[in-house]
């Protein structure tokens, strides 16, 4: 609560509101070791870090080893959609404008499409994104959001209300709401961003529609831009973006969001907004921010940022939470899964390499080469590993998204605007598989306590009448 609302509160409201936060803060607090004695799978992982394994999917695959006579060995990383290796999908991709869209068919129907196929999907999605000037005035542009993923929920769930048909779960009408959302969330998110940055920065309001004939990649960069303009590899940079970002399996948090939500039988804008509502968070989505402002406070604490000394040194006052934010925590470095190598990464990588080429920032690229490798050293120096930590995609998509000149605020909409083509594939999938609702447990370790009536409790909160003893 900031020192505003407190003000406005009061003194004697802010003292009760006081006595309700420590209430809240001790009741609320279980002994962690009941979780290792009931042996629960906290994050619902096992105590190796692995995931529990709770559903089936044939929309991707994550592997991070490989099986040896019945051992597994560390390998580097490896993705697959719908059985197709990310690296091969890329470089298949290499002269293609519509990367994203072929993904998305992909993963929505489970083979690549042919290119008649290819051109029929693009003509529908062109037709699906508009947004009406009512929606964009009455629902955008009002009440604008600094926080652009919270303005995308509001958004998402009033086109509730512009679907003649928004609770029918059948597969062809959920198929109709997955292919409108997918289109319409890139003018969505960066409308959102335009009103905020109008209203709430007195920026120059720009609303431009996106072309017909282009990719969404570049949609999003002319419509973002004040004059429109973009360069091929900006295009494809981006494009290849939200490729690396469309799906990573049933387990990650707010694809599993999905599932969950979606077990109920719920509507698809409500699914999708939970599955936004997930991904905002600072350890899944939001993470892209967090890698940046780390870097900001690198270039700011490092002098010389081609000595390697100096910045191993940096890096461990990190660790030692002697600095940025106290957290003791390499931002963008090491992933739940991938050991070796994050490959989202080593292509986003080579194609931020490309980038920073054409735009002369070879220098600051290889700054961030330069703390990659020695944060990888330094995390397993101080956690006594036999292996270097691997970088997560999250560490140059920043770097990336700065180049683009797309702003802080859109970084996680960004990573939106291209998983929701897996959150809709996953949710059709929940749908056609009609799977039971999700419902895992939860072990009570409370105190069962005898009804006391009001007059009888004292100001600690505990009766005059002597308490239940279990």
Known sequence: ????????????????????????????????????????????????????????????????????????????????????????????????????????????????????QLESFNDILAEMQELSGQFIRDVIMKAPSSNIMNAIQKSLLTLYSYDPNPEDISVPNVLRQSLQLISKLPMISVYAYNAYSHFKKDETLVIRNPEKGYSIAENILRMLRLDGQFTELEAKVLDIALVLHAEHGGGNNSTFTTHVVSSTGTDTYSAIAASVGSLKGPRHGGANLKVQCMLDDIRENVKDHSDETEIA?????????????GAGLIYGMGHAVYTLSDPREVILKEYARRLSEEKGLQDEFKFLETIENLAGVEIAKRRHLFKPVCANVDFYSGFVYSMLEIPEELFTPIFAMARISGWCAHRLEELVNRGKIIRPAYKFVGVHKDYVDIEKRNETGESDMEMYDN
């Open 1 to 116: 609560m900031s020192k505003k609302q407190m003000m406005e509160m009061g003194p004697k409201t802010t003292n009760k509101f006081d006595e309700l936060v420590k209430y809240c803060m001790t009741s609320g607090a279980i002994n962690l070791d009941l979780y290792e004695e009931y042996d629960v799978k906290r994050g619902l992982r096992d105590s190796n870090g692995k995931g529990v394994l709770t559903g089936l999917t044939e929309i991707s695959d994550v592997l991070s080893y490989k099986t040896n006579e019945g051992r597994k060995i560390p390998s580097d990383g490896r993705l697959y959609y719908q059985g197709y290796n990310v690296y091969d999908l890329v470089k298949g991709f290499d002269n293609r404008r519509f990367a994203f869209e072929e993904v998305t068919y992909l993963l929505l129907f489970g083979e690549l499409p042919t290119g008649v």
């Open 313 to 325: 040194e940096y890096l461990a006052k990190i660790l030692n939470k002697e600095a940025f934010d």
